[in-house]
C-alpha cells in the first residue's frame, strides 16, 4: 500500500507562485513512474505533469508547459510540482498519483495510476 499526501495549495493572485509537494508513505516510490493531475469543476481529471522514476523523464500538459515544473526527491519519497505564473484558469484541485505497475514510467491516461492522494485546492484569483 502507498499513501499520498499532497500539501501546498491555497490562494494566489495571478501571476503569483506556488510549489505543491506530494509525500509517499507506506513504502518507497522510487521504483515508480508518478504523475500530478487537476480536476476543475465541471471537468474532467485532467494530465498536468509526469516524471519517470529516475526523474530523468518528464513530460508537461502544453497548457502548463513553460510555467510549471515536476521534479522529485527519491530520498525523502516526494515529489513536487513548482508553479509559476499561475492563471485563474489554473484554479483546480490537484492530486497527485503513482503508478506501481508501470516499469517506472509515467501516464497521461489517470486511470493507469493505481494510488491517489486526496488532493490539494488551488484556486487563482484575477
Known amino acids: 500500500q502507498v499513501q499520498l499526501v499532497e500539501s501546498g495549495g491555497g490562494l494566489v493572485q495571478a501571476g503569483g507562485s506556488l510549489r505543491l509537494s506530494c509525500a509517499a508513505s507506506g513504502r518507497t516510490v522510487s521504483p515508480y513512474g508518478m504523475g500530478w493531475f487537476r480536476q476543475a469543476p465541471g471537468k474532467e481529471r485532467e494530465f498536468v505533469a509526469g516524471i519517470s522514476w529516475s526523474g530523468s523523464l518528464t513530460s508537461h500538459a502544453d497548457s502548463v508547459k513553460g510555467r510549471f515544473t515536476i521534479s522529485r526527491d527519491n530520498a525523502k519519497n516526494t515529489v513536487y510540482l513548482q508553479m509559476n505564473s499561475l492563471k485563474p484558469e489554473d484554479t483546480a484541485v490537484y492530486y497527485c498519483?503513482?503508478?506501481?505497475?508501470?516499469?517506472?514510467?509515467?501516464?497521461?491516461?489517470?486511470?493507469?495510476?493505481?494510488?491517489w492522494g486526496q488532493g490539494t485546492q488551488v484556486t487563482v484569483s484575477s
Open positions: 498519483a503513482t503508478s506501481t505497475k508501470g516499469g517506472g514510467s509515467y501516464y497521461y491516461i489517470a486511470n493507469l495510476y493505481d494510488y
